[in-house]
């Protein structure tokens, strides 16, 4: 039996899974064998777990929008937390997935990501090799190494951030399930939400089914028979998290550039559409639109399968992953929207140029 150190700093370590340090409590928890025999199992299955992840899971640092101030009144670049938000998710992702299988012959809640459809590989195929970049013949939906790969060609690159959304919005949803499907964007074959009970119910309900399993009251029939209800119910109500707190960014990058109108930036063309170019700053992680009668003295043609917008008369091309020069002309809270001039020392792009990266296998 381990002493009450041990306890206190193991479980303290699911407690506080930031791993900040341990919590010290004034008294022990008490734990009778079979617990003790659960938490040791678990702690082992970390321990385990410590050397570099098997699989490849799906870097993400430039699909987080931070918006803090830097000492110097600029915000943080959205890819410069990386190594601290890799940091945190260390200990959290060991514990999820071990809490995951110990739990995989019983009822239980899962967050599950499947396998992106072939579909959709094939379309953002097309769309990256549109930025220049050399990808694959064919990107496997079965193994995210590809798009590991990917990631890391378009590292240092004006279009890295834009990469990463693009991939991002190729993938399925994740979302809550009763049945393990695996976490494809973790390379996570057997996974949960465990480490924020306070800020998510799923978690909550995690720790209660483990909580029982651990006294030995865990009632199998009646998680059996609820926990499809709980998954579908807690996935829609993520979603509608989700669409509120995208729309709170929106406003808050408006808000943010208020200030800002009539400066000029330097950005990347991130989509093209038949009515202008969306431009994504280099400065800050805000996007906006030039309008296409905002392009110049002449009829632009929209081409949907290369995503470029050609002048009829001049023969002046704008596509995806163009370096641009703008101005702040507009930031109108209400629609969620900044309005950009395009300056006149902005270069054409007759042809794509190629960013280094891996030739085609």
């Not at 549109?130 to 890391?152: F, T």
């Not at 690159?157 to 993938?171: C, E, Y």
Request: charged share 25%; aromatic share 8%.
């Amino acid at each position: 039996m381990p002493d009450g150190k041990e306890t206190q700093c193991f479980a303290g370590f699911f407690l506080n899974p930031l791993h900040l340090g341990p919590l010290h409590f004034a008294d022990p928890p008490a734990l009778d064998a079979d617990q003790m025999i659960v938490m040791r199992a678990l702690k082992l299955d970390l321990k385990l777990c410590l050397p570099p992840r098997r699989g490849h899971a799906l870097g993400q640092p430039a699909l987080f929008e931070h918006f803090e101030r830097a000492k110097d009144g600029h915000f943080a670049d959205p890819l410069a937390l990386e190594g601290l938000i890799d940091v945190f998710h260390r200990d959290m992702l060991l514990a999820n997935e071990s809490v995951a299988r110990h739990m995989k012959d019983h009822p239980f809640l899962y967050r599950v990501h499947e396998t992106p459809e072939s579909a959709k590989m094939e379309k953002l195929k097309k769309s990256l090799e549109l930025l220049g970049l050399r990808v694959p013949h064919h990107i496997d939906p079965k193994h995210p190494s590809a798009l590991q790969h990917i990631i890391k060609t378009s590292e240092g690159t004006p279009v890295q951030a834009m990469v990463h959304l693009m991939i991002l919005r190729s993938l399925k949803q994740a979302v809550y399930s009763p049945v393990n499907k695996g976490h494809y964007g973790l390379a996570s074959a057997c996974y949960t939400h465990f480490t924020s009970p306070i800020r998510r119910y799923p978690d909550l309900i995690v720790h209660r089914i483990l909580k029982e399993r651990l006294e030995s009251r865990y009632r199998e029939a009646h998680w059996k028979k609820e926990l499809p209800v709980i998954a579908a119910h807690t996935s829609r109500r993520e979603r509608i998290a989700v669409d509120a707190e995208r729309e709170y960014l929106d406003i808050q990058k408006v808000r943010l550039m208020e200030s800002r109108v009539g400066e000029t930036f330097t950005g990347v063309i991130s989509s093209v559409t038949n009515f202008g170019l969306f431009v994504q700053l280099n400065e800050f992680f805000v996007e906006g639109l030039v309008h296409v009668t905002g392009l110049g003295n002449d009829y632009f043609v929209y081409d949907e399968a290369r995503m470029t917008l050609r002048g009829r008369k001049s023969g002046r091309t704008f596509s995806m992953g163009q370096k641009v020069t703008v101005k702040l002309a507009a930031a109108n809270v209400l629609k969620h929207q900044l309005d950009f001039q395009l300056l006149p020392d902005t270069p054409s792009h007759p042809k794509k140029s190629k960013i280094p990266g891996k030739h085609r296998d």
